[in-house]
């Protein structure tokens, strides 16, 4: 495999990513203040987990009183894809385990894109530098959200409320590529919804998954 | 450990042992075709459902209220291509428009 791509070549072209994905940080700040997660611990949320939809998933649980349990499984759900993606990269994250343990941390969705070289490849060091100049915008925008958020005031009077579920549908379109995958957002909504009205806050959202099981069938 | 702390604990320790377990472990051998069907519906399956909840839900009931107008807007912005940031302003600002209007 011929390498003529650079970390630089990532971090250059990753740039209009970068800014949208440091926005999105600003409103995961700004919600997982609203939501009680105060001031830091957001940041360290996004410095460690790193994967924006699980981190406004995992919140927007907390903030309508559901349980720790419900939180991470909600999350780790979201979260799950990167089992698949961690594997279609595993092949060119060369050298010790350490080394490689460290570079699978910087992929997300949008790091793994630009690594695709079409052809089911993926150029390591894009992937690299793409997903470094990702971390810091996510984590810096986070920050930014989060020291600052306080000065917004009462979330509700603001929409902070309808910013949850609109972020939410935003993450949701790119996704919707197929019937299939649409079939399972208007089922997993169809179920959540249904079950709202029973179960424990974040409980809806999980049993919602049990719909991906439709993929079982060819 | 507050809810908060052990929130942001277990799911940073999740996600790192997720992301890093095919390239610790398996090394390059691909999963199973049948598996992978399962996995790429995960995502639109659970973010449809949040959408629904954040934008219905009450505790337990549901109603419609000024969230579905702002979530609407969203809807439009996304479908004119509006970046992230801007989708998300446009959700909260028509929310709080109708709020202190209707």
């Known amino acids: 495999m011929i390498e003529t791509k650079s970390y630089r070549d990532g971090a250059r072209a990753v740039g209009p990513f970068a800014i949208a994905v440091a926005g999105f940080g600003i409103s995961f700040g700004v919600l997982a203040r609203a939501a009680g997660f105060g001031w830091l611990a957001p940041i360290v949320m996004s410095a460690t987990t790193f994967a924006g939809s699980a981190q406004f998933a995992a919140v927007s649980v907390i903030g309508d009183g559901g349980t720790v349990a419900t939180a991470v499984t909600a999350a780790l759900l979201l979260n799950a894809r990167y089992g698949p993606i ?3 990269v595993a092949p060119y994250l060369t050298g010790r385990a350490w ?5 699978a941390q910087l992929v997300v969705d949008e790091s793994w894109a630009l690594a695709a070289q079409g052809d089911g490849r993926f150029d390591p060091r894009v992937l690299v530098g793409a997903g470094l100049v990702l971390y810091c915008g996510w984590v810096g925008g986070t920050a930014i959200g989060s020291i600052g958020g306080e000065a917004l005031g009462d979330p509700a009077t603001i929409g ?6 609109a972020l939410f549908l935003a993450l949701l379109v790119p996704q919707l590529k197929g019937r299939r995958r649409l079939q399972a957002a208007v089922l997993g909504a169809s179920i ?24 079982l069938r060819k | 450990m507050n809810a908060t702390w052990l929130v942001v604990v277990l799911v940073g320790a999740g996600t790192i042992a997720i992301k890093a377990a095919g390239p610790v472990l398996l090394g390059g051998r691909p999963l199973p075709a049948r598996f992978t069907g399962v996995v790429e519906l995960l995502a639109p399956a659970v973010l449809g459902a949040l959408v629904a909840v954040q934008t219905f839900g009450a505790g337990h009931t549901l109603v419609v209220d000024e969230r579905l107008i702002g979530v609407a807007a969203a809807g439009i912005a996304l479908w004119r291509k509006a970046p992230l940031l801007m989708v998300v302003v446009i959700a909260a600002a028509t929310t709080a428009i109708a709020r202190a209007f209707l």
């Open chain 1, 86 to 88: 961690g594997v279609s």
């Open chain 1, 160 to 165: 902070l409320d309808a910013a949850f579920p």
């Open chain 1, 192 to 215: 959540a919804l249904a079950l709202t009205p029973f179960a424990p806050a974040g409980v809806p959202i999980i049993a919602a998954a049990v719909v991906c099981l439709m993929g």
């Open chain 1, 99 to 103: 080394w490689r343990f460290v570079r």
